[in-house]
């Protein structure tokens, strides 16, 4: 009687064992099922600024190529408010399946470092893959008769807080970027802030800011046609899409290196199975001729990396500007 009931206990636990196995088994295949169908229907692609943005250029373009790749539509829907935390917080609240996507940006983890209640992306939401950059350009209107980065300096400290720079949002790179060269530059400047670029530019154009640091795919175009003076790009080399226009290192003031990037993102607990194809199709679509010549135009360049380098450099950003915030006071 004793050995059959050891006999009756070993074969319960590999009756348990099969039942727990086939579990995981089946949880596996449903997994890989999942990625196999998905997407099966539109997928939401949010942007945290207006129509006709950086971010809304990347989104239509990169989106449209993906949506082409994995034969459903990728549509673009602007949240624009609070340099795109708005957007960020909508994102991290949907649905973890993988069909509202969120096109995360400098701009999230600047704000997060300037205010630790908003959403922090690097937290908040999971890293699909890093999708392109646009350098930053210091640009000022000809009327203001300023030709150069040292006449720049000149004016603001003959006329501390008389200096209007535009912005495209409180917390977004463009705004700690002029944050930063006031703190280099030893000078007081008032900032003005915009939902996004193209209304930061129309104030600019009809003269009512004196300068802003923008995206270049912003600005170039009134720089080619003569309505505004580019003076420096903000990165550490000078833009592809415009050699001509010297780095701020070159202007005299070294170590001053800002761009604006983005990397698409879905909700915490997105199958990774679902993450994994999109880090796939994105990196697809980036190799697209199409898309390439498209952003290219647009001033922009493809910039590759998955979740991990993604997160790294979310890491490394948001330790930056949390300094330059601190410095400036701006920090809640």
Not at 94 to 111: E, H, K, R
Not at 143 to 158: F, R
């Amino acid at each position: 009687m004793r050995c059959d009931i050891r006999q009756l206990k070993r074969f319960g636990a590999l009756i348990a064992f099969v039942v727990i196995a086939l579990g995981f088994a089946s949880m596996g295949f449903a997994s890989m099922a999942r990625a196999q169908d998905y997407p099966n229907k539109p997928v939401r692609l949010v942007v945290g600024f207006i129509p006709g943005s950086a971010a809304d250029i990347t989104a239509r373009i990169l989106g449209n190529r993906m949506g082409q790749i994995l034969g459903q539509q990728f549509v673009v829907e602007t949240k624009p408010g609070a340099g795109s935390s708005l957007a960020a917080d909508f994102a991290a609240h949907a649905a973890p399946d993988g069909y509202t996507l969120f096109l995360g940006s400098s701009a999230n983890i600047t704000n997060s470092a300037l205010n630790s209640k908003l959403t922090d992306i690097s937290k908040d939401l999971a890293p699909i893959a890093l999708a392109t950059t646009v350098p930053v350009i210091l640009v000022v209107h000809p009327s203001s008769g300023i030709n150069s980065v040292a006449e720049l300096i000149a004016a603001a400290k003959a006329k501390p807080g008389e200096v209007l720079y535009a912005s495209t949002g409180v917390g977004t790179a463009p705004h700690l970027a002029a944050e930063l060269f006031a703190q280099r530059a030893g000078v007081k400047l008032v900032h003005v802030p915009y939902q996004g670029s193209p209304q930061a530019v129309t104030d600019l154009l009809a003269g009512r800011t004196t300068m802003m640091f923008s995206p270049a795919s912003a600005v170039l175009p009134q720089v080619e046609a003569g309505k505004l003076k580019a003076l420096a790009s903000a990165a550490n080399k000078r833009p592809a899409v415009a050699p001509n226009i010297p780095t701020m290192a070159e202007a005299g003031m070294p170590d001053f290196d800002t761009s604006i990037w983005f990397g698409l993102m879905a909700p915490n607990g997105t199958p990774r199975e679902v993450i994994d194809k999109l880090t796939r199709t994105l990196r697809e679509a980036q190799a697209s001729g199409e898309a390439v010549a498209a952003l290219h135009t647009s001033g922009f360049e493809m910039i590759t990396g998955g979740p991990d380098d993604f997160t790294r450099m979310m890491q490394s950003e948001n330790k930056r500007w949390t300094e330059v915030a601190v410095a400036a006071g701006l920090k809640k």
